[in-house]
Structure formats: C-alpha cells, structure tokens
C-alpha cells in the first residue's frame, strides 16, 4: 500500500513554478490595447460628427418647422443606420411642379372678381374677405359661386351620388383617390368606369402609389383597354437611384364630371366607409358635393396632379374641362389645396386664421388631432377668450401611435377651456370644420403635420349661413354618440399611460 502511494505520489504531476506558467498580459500590450482603443473611439467619434454636421446641414436648409427638424436630428444621432434608412424614404424634399398652378388661376380670378366685391358687401360675411384672401395670396383659388351643394354622411349615400354624377357624364370624368382598394365598391366603381369610358366619355384616374397598393396589376387592365387612362400619384420604385419621397402623397379625394359636378371630403373607396357592406362597423365620414362654377377650382388641381402623375398637360382653356357657367349661383365656396410642392401651406394658414377669426364658436371634427404648436396655440387662445371650442376625436382610430400622441394634447385643450368629445360607435374619418354661423370647412386635411406639410390635400371652404347650420347640426348630431373627456379623467390615467403619450407626443411632427 505504501509502495502504491509513493507510486501515485510520483505520477501526480507537479506543480509548475511560477515563473513556468502562463504568462499574464504585460503591461504594455494592456497599453497598446488602450491607445488602440481610443483611436478607433476618436476615429468612429469624428467620422459620427463629421455625419451629424452634414446630416444637420442638410436638415436645417429644408426649412421644416422648428420641431420636425429637432425630430429629425435626435432621430439620426440616436439612430444613425435606422435613422438614414427612414430619411431616405421620407426625408428629401425633391417634388418640383410648380408649372401649371397660375395658367388656370388668372382665369378663375377674372370670374372671381365679382364674387369678392359681394362678399365683401354682404353682412354679416364682409369681414370673411381676409381669410378669403390668406388662400389667393398663398396661390389658391378665389371663392367661386355654386348652384348647389349637398353634404353626405355616410359611405352608401355618398357612392351612390357619385355613381349618379358618372353615369351622367357625357364627356369626362375625373376621379383621384388615396386609397381605392380591391374590394366590392373598388371594383364597382372600376366598372362604371370602364363602361362610361366604352361609351366614348373621357375616363382618367389619379390613384397614390402607396395608399392604392392593393389595386396594383391587372386590376386596372379592364379600363386601360375600354380606352380609359390610369395614373399613378408618385409610385414607390425601390431600386431606383434617386427614389421619390415615401411620404409625399395625394391624400385628396376628388371626383369631377363635366366640369360641372364635383364630389370632395373624407371618403376613400373602400367598403369600410359604407355600411352597405360592412353594417355597424363603417366609417362615420363627410362628404361634400358641389355643381356649378366652383367646381373649376377643384378641376385645376386635378390638372395640376394630372399633370405631375402622367407628364399630359390638358387643354386648360378647353371649355368642356372648365366650362364657362350658365348661372349665379347662391352658394359661395373656396376651394383650397396645398402640398409639400410648395411652402406656403394654405390649408395651415386658413385653418390657423379661421380659429383665430372665430368669435362664437369652433366646432373640429378629426381623426388624427396631431396639432402643430400654431394650431394648437389658436385653440387654446380662442378657449381662453371664451369662443366654444369642441372637438370630436374617435376613441379608437387604426393607429396606437396616433391615438396615444393625440391624447398628449389634451391637458392643455382642457385646461383652456376647450371640450373634448371621444366618437364610441366606429372610427370616425370625417374632417370638418364649423366656424361662427358662416363658414364650413370639409375636405381631406387632417389636424396633423402630415396634412399640412407632408401629403396634397384639397378642401372647401363655405362661406354662408345655410349650409354652415347643416354641418353644425350633423357636429351635434355625433355629439349624442360621444363621451366627453374631463380633467378629471385625464388626471387619473396611469403613469405608464402617460408616459407613452409623452413619446409619442415627441414624433408628433413626423406623424
């Protein structure tokens, strides 16, 4: 047993010296490492800042808002590959189509002439002139007489009267839509189509290269081939150099027959606008229609983003396209459109002067209530002056993102005085101003930059008595199917709530 021991004893390997085991790392390959360290700190480091100062440069001379181009920065120095990649889509300002906006314009206002000297006198509408002029100084048309205007509701009435105004057409119909999806009224309405342009009427269609995906193909193919004309509003090719903005869309919903009936507001054509085909859960949306001399205002954007879609230039002195009115109307109405084309932004501007004109009451629906600091500012002023400000928001619209941004402005709204109605029933789309007793304000602006800023919007201005009290009465009419918001409610949300509408609030500008 001893012999065995000593056995193991001496094959048990020995431990080394010390001075025999591993070396440990040397003082100065430690240093060496730290030098490196920091010259690839200081590298990467100057390389960031020399990225910030071009980025930054290249930011600041766009001329965004002070608050877009904060957004903008904070995004590219915390995110720099993720930020790069969101601004190559949605950053460069590039659209360029200024060429045809004032050739129709010196027409209009030749005809407008006589409509500003009887606004101008008519009470209680002579102090209306100045916000009149905020859109024609911005470039937009003048008020413009209307025979008639009619204010729908709902999807299924709406559908239904442009279908009437289609197939009355007898020598074109214009349509350009947001979004127009493969769906049942998408393709009804693509068939009337297609027969109206068989019978010789000239059909062309403007639809966005984002918000009109689902319609991409052979889904227009029946059209194209009746002799229809199909363009598409700055479509998103991937693989090309020098990519148009993302972001840059028409957000307009037009439709124009004749140059006599026009059809503009908040509907895009989907079935979920109408309960027809999907029952309670349809939209609540606004719709405007208007027939007579107004409707050439609306035909000028349209050949204005005709042209930018299809490179055609249509015949603006054609009287079939902008036909010379046969009567006076007894309506009057502006129609006002603006875009990222140019920066005057009107639809901003007349939003802003109309809430700071107001001297009884402002009454706002809106989907998306993203308000710039302008905007929100003449709210919370007018509150503060004692005008009735009420705002009628959904309770749930299709994005979180928005809804939690949306409520970050309440507190302010609140404490100014201003009231806050949440819509239960479905997501209410519907986009409408009531101002006083004598202007109407429907169209497709949201209350949001990307309205303002981002997308070409169209909306029409009403000025008068009449047709103010029917988009008031339709406002109280949502009211029966809203919870109002209070202090109180607001001051008892949870901390994590309020938190995330805090986030939100900061990407406000990017919305």
Not at 476 to 485: A, F, G, P, V, Y
């Amino acid at each position: 047993m001893t012999r065995l021991a000593a056995t193991n004893d001496h094959d048990r390997p020995k431990a080394r010296p010390v001075e025999e085991r591993e070396p440990r790392l040397s003082e100065p390959r430690v240093l060496r490492c730290v030098v490196s360290f920091a010259q690839w700190s200081i590298l990467i480091g100057a390389l960031f800042a020399v990225w910030a100062v071009a980025m930054g440069v290249v930011i600041v001379m766009q001329r965004r808002s002070a608050a877009a181009t904060i957004a903008w920065l904070l995004l590219l120095a915390f995110l720099p590959v993720i930020g790069w990649i969101v601004y190559r889509f949605i950053g460069p300002r590039r659209l360029a189509r200024r060429r045809i906006r004032r050739q129709v314009s010196r027409k209009l206002v030749l005809e407008a002439v006589g409509t500003m000297n009887e606004i101008s006198t008519e009470s209680p509408m002579r102090h209306r002139e100045q916000l009149a002029r905020i859109a024609i100084v911005a470039g937009e048309s003048p008020p413009l007489r209307a025979d008639a205007l009619e204010l729908y509701l709902d999807g299924a009435a709406m559908y239904a009267a442009m279908a009437s105004a289609i197939a009355a057409a007898k020598h074109h119909v214009h349509v350009e839509f947001y979004i127009w999806e493969n769906d049942r009224i998408g393709v009804k309405l693509r068939d009337q189509l297609v027969e109206r342009a068989r019978a010789g009427v000239a059909v062309r269609v403007i639809v966005d290269g984002t918000g009109a995906s689902s319609v991409r193909g052979k889904f227009f193919a029946p059209l194209v081939a009746a002799g229809g004309h199909v363009a598409w509003f700055n479509p998103i090719r991937l693989f090309r150099i020098r990519r148009p903005r993302a972001d840059f869309r028409t957000h307009r919903k037009i439709v124009i027959c004749d140059g006599r009936v026009g059809l503009t507001g908040g509907m895009n054509i989907a079935d979920d606008h109408s309960a027809e085909f999907v029952g309670e859960r349809a939209w609540r949306d606004t719709h405007l229609r208007i027939e007579g001399s107004a409707v050439r205002a609306l035909q000028r954007v349209f050949v204005e983003d005709w042209l930018f879609a299809s490179e055609e230039m249509l015949q603006i002195s054609d009287e079939e396209l902008f036909p010379v009115p046969q009567a006076v109307g007894p309506e009057v109405v502006q129609i006002v459109a603006s875009g990222p084309d140019l920066d005057v932004f009107a639809i901003h501007k007349v939003f802003f002067a109309a809430i700071n004109q107001a001297v009884k009451r402002v009454w706002l629906t809106t989907p998306y209530l993203v308000p710039d600091e302008a905007i929100q500012t003449a709210l919370v002023s007018a509150a503060m002056r004692g005008i009735d400000v009420r705002l009628i928001v959904p309770s749930k619209s299709d994005s979180k993102l928005v809804d939690l941004a949306a409520r970050s402005f309440y507190p302010e709204l609140l404490d100014s005085g201003a009231r806050i109605h949440e819509y239960q029933p479905c997501f209410i789309h519907a986009k409408t101003f009531v101002v006083d007793d004598d202007v109407a304000i429907i169209g497709t602006a949201n209350l949001d930059n990307r309205s303002f800023r981002l997308d070409f919007e169209v909306v029409a201005v009403v000025y008068g008595d009449e047709f103010t009290a029917k988009l008031a009465a339709a406002f109280e009419h949502d009211l029966t199917h809203c919870i109002e918001i209070t202090q109180q409610a607001v001051g008892r949300q949870r901390f994590l709530t309020r938190l995330g509408q805090g986030v939100a609030r900061l990407l406000s500008p990017l919305l």
